[in-house]
């Protein structure tokens, strides 16, 4: 999923979730959960290949879409703290992703094995990109509509 959808579900839960605690650790599954479903996403072979010229694009796609999702949360939501930090909660499995590519270790290798080949199940599968970007826009359009206030 591209960080948008991820970064927008985290803040619903934020917002729909009393319990800050429960919240924060539901945003962070909540990662896991969209991550089954078909979906796009970046790629981040030229970081993996630590290639940094050629990074570049693939980094201002991230920078363009954290801050989209960013204004998408203070436009829908009551900005509330703890909604602004359930959406960066969100973001830590894919954090986890982009650590291990520039400094691998034994920790974040089974996170990757995990995330990569287990939860992104449907990655390996023969979806439409229409299926893939359609699963993103009905994520976006729930989050949108559990953050009004």
């Known amino acids: 999923m591209i960080l ?11 917002a729909s979730i009393k319990n800050i605690s429960l919240a924060i650790i ?21 970081i993996r ?4 010229r050629k990074s570049m694009p693939d980094a201002l796609k991230v ?24 959406a960066l909660v969100a973001l830590i499995p894919d954090a986890f ?12 290798s089974l996170h990757d094995e995990i995330h990569n080949k287990k939860v992104h199940y449907f990655k390996y599968k023969k979806i439409p990109k229409f299926w893939r970007i359609t699963t993103q826009v009905i994520a976006t359009i729930i989050s949108i509509i559990l953050l009004k206030p």
């Open 4 to 14: 948008l959808v991820h970064m927008v579900f985290g803040a619903a839960i934020g």
């Open 97 to 108: 992703t982009v650590i291990s590519s520039v400094l691998p270790n034994k920790i974040l």
């Open 26 to 46: 539901l945003a962070f599954l909540g990662h896991y959960f969209l991550d089954i479903f078909p979906h796009i996403e970046y790629s981040v072979d030229n």
């Open 49 to 52: 290949n630590k290639n940094w």
């Open 63 to 86: 920078v363009l879409d954290f801050f989209t999702g960013i204004l998408i949360i203070s436009i829908f939501s009551n900005s509330q703290p703890v909604i602004y930090f359930c």
